[in-house]
């Protein structure tokens, strides 16, 4: 099976600019996770989406929202860059397994807000 | 507010010997615990899970323990090698969603 892949790998903004960054799963998992990973505060859990719907979500302001279409793939948007959302924003996706679940990873994009 | 720590500074190992990593976490109750590695530039790897009814759980060269009462895992690796230098992360996780908390992790360097 091809693992979780992100689109694009790295990315280079202006503050107040918006983003788009896209998360394909692995095939059959249909949860998908966004977190956002910088050497101060470390990973972050921004927001799950489970069959189109968001599932859970983070302690992130409005500015960052997701979506998942209905093949699974799930995109995230962070409208008005501000210089703190420079890092690196991980997609993940799992597949239930009895009542716990394994995060599998995508490579993650690197965001660099000027 | 939950917290997860993790050895803040690197843990530097010689090659052959067992790593022995912490994490510990505050006003929290978990179901499970999860570690994982994570290589630079690239998205974390899940390694072994264990959930709050096990003791213990083994995979290889990998034995990872749980206690709740102490609040604490304990992440070991046997016979380590050059190879397993990277940085190990461990989440805690409740119920079926996917949100994970995440320690910041430890960097481990393996050398000869």
């Known amino acids: 099976k091809a693992g979780v892949t992100q689109t694009p790998r790295y990315l280079i903004k202006t503050r107040g600019q918006q983003v788009t960054l896209s998360c394909s799963p692995i095939s059959g998992h249909r949860s998908v996770s966004w977190y956002q990973q910088t050497p101060g505060q470390g990973l972050q859990f921004l927001f799950e989406?489970?069959?189109?719907?968001?599932?859970n979500k983070g302690n992130f302001p409005g500015r960052f929202s997701g979506r998942q279409f209905s093949n699974s793939r799930s995109e995230m948007n962070v409208s008005t860059l501000e210089l703190g959302d420079s890092a690196l924003y991980l997609c993940a996706s799992s597949s239930l397994t009895g009542t716990q679940e394994t995060q599998y990873f995508g490579p993650g994009t690197r965001l660099l807000v000027l | 507010s939950q917290k997860i720590e993790q050895n803040s500074e690197a843990l530097n190992i010689q090659e052959g010997k067992t790593a022995t990593l912490t994490c510990n976490y505050t006003n929290y109750s978990p179901a499970y615990l999860q570690w994982y590695r994570q290589d630079p530039g690239r998205g974390p790897v899940f390694l072994l899970l264990?959930?709050?009814?096990?003791k213990e759980k083994r995979k290889e060269r990998l034995k990872v323990t749980f206690d709740t009462t102490l609040k604490q895992s304990l992440f070991h690796i046997t016979a380590s090698q050059p190879a397993d230098s990277a940085t190990y992360l461990c989440a805690l996780g409740h119920g079926t969603a996917s949100k994970l908390t995440f320690g910041t992790g430890t960097r481990l360097q393996v050398t000869l």
């Open positions: 989406y489970f069959s189109e719907t968001q599932r």
């Open positions: 264990i959930r709050e009814n096990e």
